[in-house]
C-alpha cells in the first residue's frame, strides 16, 4: 500500500457518498451503504497497516543494511547503508488475545468476589472494587475516545 | 432466480395450497426496518381482489437466531378482541420447508414508525401530536399490564412465574445469552450482573412483557398509534421491566423526554393510573440497569452473529459498536445509585 490508510478511507468514504449512495436504488441498500460509511469510519480511529505488514519490510532492509554495511568500506564517499535493527514486534493478535486473557482475569474475581462478598475482609473488598472499577473506567473511555459518531439514522432511512 | 424470486414463489403456493385457491403475490417489498426478523410488505391478489399484509422471516443467520414465531403468534392471537394496540395475526409456522424459515404473518396497519436514533422524529412533533402520541403509548402500555392472560391462551406460559422469581427469571436468560454471544471478556456485564443479582425487585404482579417497547416499534397516523410492533421478545415478567426498557436513554434522541414523549414523572403517574398500581422507583432503576445490559448483550449478539458469518448486514457490526457506550452508561448508572 502506498497511500497511508486514514487517506484511503476518506477516499472511499467520499466515493460512497458522491458516486454510489446517490445511483443506488431502495432505502435498504442506501442503509448498507452508510453502514459502510460508519464502519470505515471506526476502522479509520482504530487501524494502521499491521505490524506483520511492516515487520516483515523492516527485516528485509535489516538483512540488505547488513550487506551493504559490509561492502561500506570499499565504496568510500557512498551514501551509508540503511541503520536498521529490526526488532519484533507483537502482533495486533497477540495484544489481542493478552487483553482478553487480562480481561478474563478480572470478571473471574468479580464473579468471585460476588459469591464471597460476605466472608472476605470488607475493607479489602471494597479496594478491590475501587480498583476494577477505576480499570473499568479506563477501559471503557478509551474505547469511547476512538469511536465513530454513529449512523444509526441514516442506516435506518437510508438518506442522511 | 435470486431470494426474493424464490420467496414469492414459495409464498404463493404456500398461501394457494392453504386456501384451496390461486394467490398471486403481486408485491414483496424488503423493509429496511428492524435488526432481527427480515420484515416484508406483501401485496396478494386473491379471488379478483387485492389486500395487504405483512409477512416477518426469522433468518438461521438473524441476531437472535435459532427463532420461534410462535410466541408473537400466540400473544398477538391472545390479545385480539381485547381492544389492544396490535395487529392481527393471521398465520405462523417454525417449520423452515415452508418459506425456508420460521416465520409470521399479520394485518398491515396503516402508518410510519418514527425513527428514534437522533431525534429528529421527536422534535418535529408539535405539542398536540406529542402529547397525543405520549397518552396512547403510555395507555397501551397500562392495558397490555393489565391484561388477563390467565384467561387466555396464554395461560400455559405461567405456570413457572411468580412475583417473587420475575427478575432471578430474567436475569438467567440474559446470563445464559451472555455466555452464547459474547466474543471477548466484559468485565462491566459481570459487574452489572453481580448488581442485578444483589438488586432484584419483587414484581407487583406477573404481566404480558412486550419485552422491546419503545420508540420505533410502534406505528402512528395522524398523531394517533394505530399498531404496536415488533413482539418477538415478549413473556411473562414483571410489567416494570418493560418501563425501564422504554426509559433508556437510547430512544430519548437528545429529547430528555421518555422515547421522546412525554416527562418521566408524567409518563408514570398516567401508567399507574391505567396499570393500578405504583411504580417502586428502585425497581425501575433496577430494570434500567437490567435494560442497559440487555441492550449491550443485544450488540453482543451482533458481533457474534457478524463474526461467525452468518450475516452480513452492515448493521451489525455497526450495532457491535455500541457495546461500550451501553456498559459505560451502566457503570455511571450503578456510580449514580451508590
Redesign the interface.
Known sequence: MNTSLPRLIDGMIATLRQEVIPNLQGDFARGQAYGLIYMLNSIRLRASWSNEFLGEQLRALDEAAQALSALAPQLPGAPPPPAIVARPLPSAAELEAQRDAGDKAICDLIDWLGAHRASAPAAVVAEADAAIARYIQRQLKWELTTSAKPMFEEMSRGSD | MNDVDALRERLANYLSARSGRPVVVRELV????GFSWITYGVRLQENGAEHDLILRLGPPYGLFAPYSALPEYETLKALEGSGACAPRAYDASDDPSILGAPFFMCERVEGSAP?P??G?DSRAMDDARRTDLANDFIDALASLHTFDWRRSGLAPWGACVTPENAAARQIAFWREKHERWAL?????A??A??WL??NQPVAPRVAIVHGDYRLGNFLEQNGRITAILDWELVHLADPVEDLGWAFLPQYRGGTGLVCGLAKEEEFLARYEAGAGFTVDRKALRFYLVFSLLKLALTHMAAARCFEDGRFN???M??MA??I??V??QI?KTL?AAA
Open positions: 424488503k423493509f429496511p426496518v425513527v436514533w437522533s429528529r471477548r471478556p466484559h468485565p462491566m459481570h459487574r450482573f453481580a443479582e444483589d448486514d452492515m448493521r457490526p455497526a459498536t455500541q461500550a457506550p456498559l459505560r457503570e456510580g
